[in-house]
């Protein structure tokens, strides 16, 4: 019988196993014995907690997107200033905080999205990140510009902040943040600019 408050130790721990598998070797590869054998456990392990290796993968990435969740609240809490420009760049920040563009998240970010094309489960998933992006930045846009505008500035903004993520996992260097950042932060202005026309 497991020790009482185990489970979540567990499972965060079969989590941390499957980023760094998934870092060493990519997910087709990131076999359940590899990873039972990264985090110190058998295989029947994750079957109990997880299923399969779909449910982990699952589970994997539910803890990445809240991590990305908690990142843009903690930013907001800190906000001194309410305006739409800082919530926007707080948005901005949270997508590139090292907990996303690190190489263990990254790869397991481009694992997930190709993924995602063909798992329903996993499928749902993305959605519900890519609508989250969008909402929250369209909520932000539409404090200062008329509903299409906020729309369209939105879409363009969230596939920027996509587009520079994408090619910094792809470049195989690290991260450039404040390049991502300041690039992302420049289009976020000249949308907000549009309002004062």
Same mark, same amino acid.
């Given at each position: 019988?497991? #020790?009482?408050?185990?489970?979540?130790?567990?499972?965060?721990?079969?989590?941390?196993?499957?980023?760094?598998?998934?870092? +060493?070797?990519?997910?087709?590869?990131?076999?359940?014995?590899?990873?039972?054998?990264?985090?110190?456990?058998?295989?029947?392990?994750?079957?109990?907690?997880?299923?399969? #290796?779909?449910?982990?993968?699952?589970?994997?990435?539910?803890?990445?997107?809240?991590?990305?969740?908690?990142?843009?609240?903690?930013?907001?809490?800190?906000?001194?200033?309410?305006?739409?420009?800082?919530?926007?760049?707080?948005?901005?920040?949270?997508?590139?905080?090292?907990?996303?563009?690190?190489?263990?998240?990254?790869?397991?970010?481009?694992?997930?999205?190709?993924?995602?094309?063909?798992?329903?489960?996993?499928?749902?998933?993305?959605?519900?990140?890519?609508?989250?992006?969008?909402?929250?930045?369209?909520?932000?846009?539409?404090?200062?510009?008329?509903?299409?505008?906020?729309?369209?500035?939105?879409?363009?903004?969230?596939?920027?902040?996509?587009?520079?993520?994408?090619?910094?996992?792809?470049?195989?260097?690290?991260?450039?943040?404040?390049?991502?950042?300041?690039?992302?932060?420049?289009?976020?202005?000249? +949308?907000?600019? #549009?309002?004062?026309?």
């Amino acid at each position: 019988m497991p #020790k009482v408050g185990m489970q979540p130790i567990r499972r965060q721990q079969l989590i941390e196993a499957t980023l760094q598998a998934v870092d +060493q070797v990519g997910m087709s590869d990131a076999s359940i014995a590899l990873i039972a054998r990264l985090a110190g456990v058998s295989n029947g392990i994750i079957s109990h907690y997880f299923q399969d #290796k779909n449910g982990l993968i699952a589970a994997t990435m539910r803890h990445l997107m809240n991590m990305l969740i908690d990142n843009v609240a903690t930013r907001r809490q800190a906000l001194t200033d309410d305006s739409a420009r800082a919530h926007l760049q707080v948005i901005i920040e949270g997508n590139f905080d090292a907990s996303q563009v690190n190489a263990p998240a990254m790869k397991t970010w481009l694992a997930f999205w190709a993924t995602s094309m063909h798992q329903p489960s996993l499928h749902r998933l993305q959605r519900i990140n890519d609508h989250r992006l969008y909402s929250n930045l369209c909520c932000q846009f539409r404090r200062e510009l008329p509903v299409e505008q906020a729309r369209s500035a939105a879409r363009g903004l969230a596939a920027l902040i996509d587009g520079l993520w994408l090619r910094g996992a792809l470049s195989g260097d690290a991260f450039d943040t404040a390049q991502a950042h300041r690039i992302a932060c420049e289009y976020m202005d000249m +949308q907000l600019a #549009k309002q004062q026309r």
